[in-house]
């Protein structure tokens, strides 16, 4: 059984910066699409970053040059750094990996405030 678990959400000043994580059990990460996705109160679920199947690196135009997305495929972890962090950053964020299937953790809460 595939399990997907955030970890590093919290509440953090405007300009600040948070490390989140993701650990995977169950399955590998290698090989395989990660990604982090966010979904603030009222809005859809919008992807931030991800790492190909092929170890290639996709932003949303809003975090570029302020987030970067990286995995350790030895420890099966999958980390969101986010630096420069604004208001709009305010939302439940989450993981997925996904192949022929997609597994999503439960999100962790980022508040950013001013």
């Known amino acids: 059984q595939v399990q997907v678990v955030e970890s590093g959400g919290g509440l953090v000043q405007a300009g600040g910066s948070l490390r989140l994580s993701c650990v995977v059990s169950?399955?590998?990460?290698?090989?395989?699409?990660t990604g982090w996705y966010r979904q603030a109160p009222g809005k859809q679920r919008e992807l931030v970053a991800s790492?190909?199947?092929?170890?290639?690196?996709n932003y949303a135009e809003s975090v570029k040059g302020r987030f970067t997305i990286s995995r350790d495929n030895a420890k099966n972890m999958v980390y969101l750094q986010m630096n420069s962090l604004k208001l709009e950053d305010t939302a439940v964020y989450f993981c997925?990996?996904?192949?022929?299937?997609?597994?999503w953790g439960q999100g962790t809460q980022v508040t950013v405030s001013s």
């Open positions: 169950g399955s590998t990460v290698s090989n395989k699409f």
């Open positions: 997925q990996v996904a192949w022929a299937y997609e597994y």
């Open positions: 790492i190909s199947s092929g170890g290639r690196t």
